[in-house]
């Protein structure tokens, strides 16, 4: 059974970078594609991006430049980088596997989140 | 982007009862392959998120047939058949026609 854990710090200064860490078990990331979504307090969701088994990256426009999202595939292990941020990236933040079916993709597994607050 | 618009963002019900939840699309999320692309996630407290539904209507391996999905073209629905406590939960509507893929705002399922 594939399960994905997220984390990191829980607490960023604003301008600093957000680092995450999704390690995953009982499945290679060298197959599908696997991203990060995020919610916001409120309950809106966003999704981030993802990267695929090749290691070929799409991101929401709305993070810019300041999104990147790596793998090592030695460790089983994708990261989400996510610079310059300010409090209104405060957010619970999931890794998912997307898997296609039938010609779609869906976000099949996920972890169970991690809280980052960005505060000085 | 697309917007996706969840109207309630809570609804109560009875264990037993039949619930609907709403989407509505700011496009068609009908693709030339005759499929909307247009899933439903369940976020219970303590579990992880879980995918119920994709293409508007198929449910994922091991959901319950009490969930349904419906709708084409904008507005879509899933509906609940005799409602468990275990599916109080929040639901979203996710479109996956157009990146950037967009949820909707969410919709709560509770108790009375």
């Known amino acids: 059974e594939v399960q994905l854990q997220e984390s990191g710090p829980g607490l960023v200064k604003p301008s600093q970078s957000l680092s995450l860490t999704c390690s995953v078990t009982?499945?290679?990331?060298?197959?599908?594609?696997w991203g990060w979504i995020r919610k916001f307090p409120g309950n809106k969701m966003e999704w981030m991006g993802y990267i695929s088994y090749s290691g070929s990256t799409s991101y929401n426009p709305s993070l810019k430049s300041r999104i990147s999202i790596t793998r090592d595939t030695s460790k089983n292990q994708f990261f989400l980088q996510l610079n310059s941020v300010t409090t209104e990236d405060t957010a619970t933040y999931y890794c998912?596997?997307?898997?296609?079916?039938?010609?779609?993709?869906?976000?099949?597994?996920w972890g169970q989140g991690a809280s980052v607050t960005v505060s000085s | 982007q697309i917007t996706l618009t969840q109207q309630a963002e809570s609804l109560w019900v009875s264990p037993g009862e039949k619930v609907s939840i709403t989407c509505r699309a700011s496009q068609s999320l009908l693709y030339t392959d005759g499929k909307h692309y247009l899933s439903w996630y369940q976020q219970r407290p303590g579990q992880t998120t879980k995918a119920l539904i994709y293409h508007a209507s198929i449910r994922t391996d091991g959901v319950p047939t009490r969930f349904i999905g419906s709708g084409s073209g904008t507005e879509f629905t899933l509906s609940i058949e005799d409602v468990q406590p275990e599916d109080i939960a929040l639901y979203y509507c996710l479109q996956t026609l157009k990146k950037p893929w967009t949820f909707g705002g969410g919709t709560k399922l509770e108790l009375k």
């Open positions: 009982g499945y290679s990331i060298t197959s599908n594609y």
């Open positions: 998912a596997r997307y898997s296609e079916i039938r010609g779609t993709s869906v976000m099949d597994a």
